[in-house]
């Protein structure tokens, strides 16, 4: 039984120890922590709508931006030169801009021709012209001109030039479109002219001529 006593002491000593408190061993209560709070979700943020294109707007665009342009054409003038019939033809071209509503360019104009009295007569002229739409295929504008004209004699290497100044106006018809927003076409076109060259030189008349805008 003696043999026994020691064992005893030393499970009882075990079974106390393990029940003691840290307040048994002399060492501050320990803290018991707090719950966390839970973390919050960060917001989503609603998707923003996107308003549809304005396709109004975007052809209203279209139609007042320019593009590149030019144009040819070829025609016959009958005109009056110091009050001579004079018959000719007309050769013009030019390049410059334009929108679905109007047209500038500047122009090179070329006339070679005969008077009914066998003088011929050519003249090279620069300027600028316009173009107005006022239907889908017709076309009203004015012209501003500055150029030599020259006579020769039917027989003799003789030959008379002046320099002169002119306007004119003319009408358009469109008689095929094509291209981007058929700004392109094949066109007729009325014209009526007048210059006054120094000297006392009048040059006047109608030309009908047929185009090429592109």
């Known amino acids: 039984m003696k ?20 307040e048994d061993m002399g060492l501050p ?12 979700a960060a917001p989503v943020a609603a998707p923003v709508a996107v308003p549809p294109p ?19 054409g070829v025609g016959y003038e009958y005109a009056r030169l110091w009050g001579v019939p004079l018959n000719a033809g007309r050769l013009r071209t030019g390049v410059g801009a334009q929108n679905d509503f109007s047209g500038h360019y500047m122009m090179v104009s070329i006339l070679v021709g005969e008077t009914e009295n066998g003088r011929r007569v050519w003249d090279a002229r620069l300027g600028y012209a316009n173009d ?13 001109e500055l150029g030599y004209l020259v006579l020769h004699r039917a027989t003799l290497d003789s030959r008379q030039w002046a320099m002169g100044v002119g306007a004119g106006a003319h009408v358009v018809f469109d ?10 076409a094949l066109y007729i076109e009325g014209r ?3 210059h006054v060259h120094f000297g006392g ?8 001529s047929l185009g090429l805008r592109f």
């Open 3 to 22: 043999r026994l006593y020691p064992l005893l002491f030393f499970f009882g000593t075990t079974a106390n120890a393990q029940q003691a408190t840290p």
């Open 29 to 40: 209560p320990a803290q018991e922590q707090a719950p966390s709070a839970p973390v919050a």
């Open 54 to 72: 304005d396709k109004e707007a975007q052809e209203e665009e279209k139609a007042h931006r320019h593009s590149a342009s030019a144009k040819l």
């Open 132 to 144: 107005f739409a006022v239907l889908s295929v017709l076309r009203l504008g004015i012209e501003l």
């Open 175 to 184: 008689a095929i479109q094509f291209g981007e927003r058929n700004r392109s």
């Open 192 to 194: 009526f002219e007048g």
């Open 201 to 208: 030189g009048v040059l006047w008349g109608p030309t009908i």
